[in-house]
């Protein structure tokens, strides 16, 4: 019992749970650290872009960190690196375009490196003369991402987002034109050349070239297109022509289009449709001929002058062109001479006529006996020719021109050639010619060498006649005038004179009881008794004319 209470009298343990050791302070601000860290880093993973590259022939003006990446004036990237190829042919640039950018990163997505630059479109870029070069971007139209891309070493002329449509043009030879050169409507600024390059057949030149809206409504299968370059000038038989659209064209070149009116209306033509660029605005507004007839002309004279493309004219209205100069030899005289050919349009023929039905329609029958029914009346019975006329005294420009020579041989023409030949009569212009050489010789033969001595020996003679004539007047002033002078002064004395000697013996005659006007009054009354005497025998010998023979009874 002692044994127990000894045991229950002991102290007995207890359980006490281990405490746990506090995290002390100096840690939570390390640890926030990380967490701010770890989400900035989520943050950043979350609201990054694509990172891309960008190929460039050089990196002119770009640097790594500094140079943005713009779309319409909006950063959306910013270069990260920039380091030469693999090859160090070329500059890789590694960029980092922002999360909202990411859906342009497709495969036609341009960049290229923006600049001041000077084109014939204009200047461009002097933004960054300030803010240093950027890289330029377009977007595609393409829905297949892309990371990698080739940087374009010309920026683009026209942007994917401008209205419009592009066009290609066929040429022979690229002329003055070049990427930006100006494309006119109606002499307004309708667009630009935005490429251009040599055909795979080595034979023509490919002009890619963009028409703003709204002009590009006005393009239709039937525009005509033509180089409107520099200053268009043509001195040829119908005189001088001068053209040009503006300074632009007239410094850089450009192209201009129209549709003839002679077209027909259709609907605009779609983007990348081919067209045929022309020479010029005549060439290419030319109005197709359905109808033409070829003849032959021959001519025993000069062809100088006359050219391919020279006007044909009836009675000064222009009716056909020359189509081949050249010679060919005469069967019946062996001779050489001159072959002109050339076509007819009737219808520019017919579009003169009025009044005259019947003849238009032979001249537009299907049936050829018609027309040159009609043609041989005209030859045969008027005496229509052909003839070479100067069209330009200043180039010597020469066409053919047909009118009516009723004095012209009587000729027919032969309609079984292909081409037939059409009579002709020479020129008046070498007989023109002729005559001044004549006139010429004969000014040569003029002995100049003794026309010149007569004419001095008459010069020295005329002036030795003057010198005596002034001697004798100098003469006549000096002996003759003095003495006149002395004559004409003695005259006067005298008339005055008798004129004192008159009034005096008036005077004394018209005194009234003075015997001068007794003796007058007496000599009146004989001469009035003598005059009634001879009255008498005026009358009596009147009545008696006999009386002069047998006297008076």
């Known amino acids: 019992m002692a044994d127990g209470r000894e045991r229950d009298d002991l102290p007995q343990a207890t359980v006490v749970p281990k405490k746990r050791t506090r995290v002390s302070t100096v840690w939570v601000i390390p640890i926030l650290a990380a967490v701010v860290a770890v989400g900035i880093a989520v943050q950043r993973v979350l609201s990054e872009g694509p990172t891309i590259s960008i190929v460039f022939k050089n990196a002119q003006g770009i640097e ?3 140079t943005v990446i713009k779309y319409k004036d909006v950063t959306i990237g910013q270069v990260a690196a920039v380091q030469l190829s693999d090859d160090y042919s070329s500059v890789a640039v590694t960029a980092k375009i922002a999360k909202s950018a990411a859906g342009l990163m497709v495969k036609d997505a341009k960049f290229w490196i923006v600049e001041p630059r000077i084109t014939l479109s204009g200047v ?11 890289i330029g971007f377009e977007a595609g139209k393409s829905e297949s991402s892309e990371r990698s891309f080739s940087g374009l070493e010309v920026p683009p002329i026209i942007t994917g987002d401008q209205p419009g449509r592009q066009f290609l043009l066929h040429a022979k030879d690229l002329g003055s034109l070049g990427i930006g050169s100006p494309v006119y409507y109606r002499r307004l600024p309708a667009g630009q050349v935005v490429a251009y390059e040599l055909a795979k057949d080595g034979n023509s030149v490919e002009i890619k070239i963009f028409v703003a809206a709204p002009y590009d409504k006005f393009v239709n299968p039937g525009t005509r297109f033509w180089n409107a370059s520099g200053v268009e000038v043509s001195l040829g038989a119908d005189g001088l022509d001068v053209q040009t659209q503006s300074m632009v064209a007239l410094i850089a070149g450009g ?16 983007a990348d449709t081919e067209f045929t660029l022309h020479g010029d605005q005549v060439t290419a507004m030319k109005q197709p001929e359905p109808m033409a007839r070829r003849y032959v ?22 009716g056909g062109e020359v189509t081949s100069v050249g010679l060919d030899i005469d069967p019946k005289t062996k001779r ?3 072959r002109v050919e050339f076509v007819v349009y009737p219808e520019r023929l017919i579009a003169q006529l009025h009044n005259a039905q019947p003849v238009r329609d032979d001249m537009l029958a299907r049936v050829s006996p018609k027309r040159e ?43 079984s050639e292909d081409k037939s030949v059409v009579p002709s009569i020479p020129s008046t212009l070498p007989n023109f010619e002729a005559k001044i050489g004549s006139i010429l010789a004969k000014l040569d033969k003029l002995p100049y060498e003794s026309l010149g001595v007569e004419a001095k020996k008459t010069l020295v003679t005329l002036n030795q006649t003057l010198k005596d004539a002034d001697k004798a007047v100098k003469r006549f002033d000096s002996d003759v005038t003095p003495d006149l002078k002395k004559v004409l002064e003695e005259i006067r004395r005298a008339t005055a004179s008798a004129d004192q000697l008159i009034k005096n013996t008036d ?39 006999e009386a002069l023979i047998r006297g008076k009874n």
């Open 124 to 134: 461009s870029g002097l933004g960054t003369l300030l803010s240093g070069n950027y």
């Open 373 to 415: 029914a009609f043609f041989e009346r005209m030859v045969e019975d008027f005496g229509l020719r052909a003839q070479i006329q100067s069209g330009n005294l200043l180039t010597g420009q020469r066409y053919v021109s047909f009118d009516f020579h009723p004095e012209a041989p009587k000729v027919k023409v032969d309609w």
């Open 255 to 270: 192209l201009a289009f129209e549709t003839p009116p002679f077209s027909r209306q259709a609907e605009a033509a779609a």
């Open 64 to 66: 790594a960190g500094k």
């Open 336 to 338: 050489l001479r001159g």
């Open 507 to 545: 005077k004394s005659l018209l005194a009234p009881d003075s015997a001068g006007q007794q003796e007058l009054r007496d000599a009146m009354r004989e001469v009035a008794r003598a005059a009634r005497s001879l009255r008498v025998l005026t009358d009596y010998l009147d009545r008696h004319p």
């Open 297 to 318: 002309l021959h001519f025993d004279e000069s062809l100088r002058g006359l050219s391919i493309g020279a006007p044909v004219t009836l009675l000064g209205l222009p």
